[in-house]
């Protein structure tokens, strides 16, 4: 059984587009990321829920917005794609902000 | 502002070979580090969770310490085999802020058969 789960996998889309990444979990974490891995695989988070309640909104554009309809899931919707937007989206879970992180697989986003 | 240095960035050894991967970081005030590790084309995996409070944890092969005074964390591997290659990342969580990981930038270790 997938303990993380997000999709799509592979997401390819133009410029200006508006598109959704889907996250799931299975562990019954109460918290929940989304991190951006840039083309250098460095690593960055973009947003962190707890309960359901934003808790990290770390310096993203207003195009991003998550959306957490309940503890075992958590949405990233994005609007206006552009080129920049292009990498890899992470989705992961814990429990309460202390414990270990448990990662999806990722999703690839080209924009062109 | 936290930063988390990892060296090398690039690692290729012989199979068997014991092996030592180093992790810094710029603010002593951790809650605790995580060691991850990261396949192609796949998400993170943790490995190893150190407490501040801890010196250092086991899994089987891999030893991790932490030294939090000095800022700096090893990531130890004993008997490497080809099937540890992989992207090894560090990730400390700061205090006060329990729900957001920094990350290193990574050590992509290559064990030849």
């Known amino acids: 059984d997938t303990a993380v789960s997000q999709t799509p996998k592979y997401l390819v889309t133009q410029m200006g587009n508006d598109k959704s990444i889907k996250c799931e979990q299975n562990l019954g974490h109460d918290t929940m990321y989304w991190y951006k891995q840039d083309s250098k695989k460095f690593l960055k988070i973009m947003f962190s829920?707890?309960?359901?309640?934003?808790?990290i909104n770390e310096t993203v554009p207003n195009r991003f917005s998550p959306k957490s309809p309940d503890k075992a899931h958590l949405n990233l919707h994005i609007n206006s794609l552009e080129l920049g937007d292009s990498a890899v989206y992470f989705c992961?879970?814990?429990?309460?902000?202390?414990?270990?992180?448990?990662f999806g697989s990722g999703t690839q986003l080209s924009v062109l | 502002k936290q930063e988390v240095t990892q060296i090398p960035a690039a690692l290729s050894v012989p199979e068997g070979e014991n092996l030592v991967l180093n992790c810094s970081f710029t603010?002593?005030?951790?809650?605790?580090l995580q060691w991850f590790r990261q396949d192609p084309g796949k998400g993170l995996t943790s490995l190893l969770l150190?407490?501040?409070?801890?010196r250092e944890q086991t899994s089987g092969r891999l030893n991790a310490s932490l030294d939090k005074s000095s800022g700096r964390s090893t990531l130890y591997i004993a008997a490497s085999q080809p099937g540890d290659s992989a992207t090894y990342l560090c990730a400390v969580r700061q205090e006060g802020s329990n729900y957001k990981l920094t990350f290193g930038k990574g050590t992509l270790l290559t064990v030849n058969p």
């Open positions: 603010d002593s005030a951790i809650y605790n």
């Open positions: 992961a879970s814990s429990r309460g902000g202390e414990e270990k992180l448990f």
């Open positions: 829920y707890n309960n359901k309640e934003l808790i």
């Open positions: 150190i407490q501040s409070s801890q």
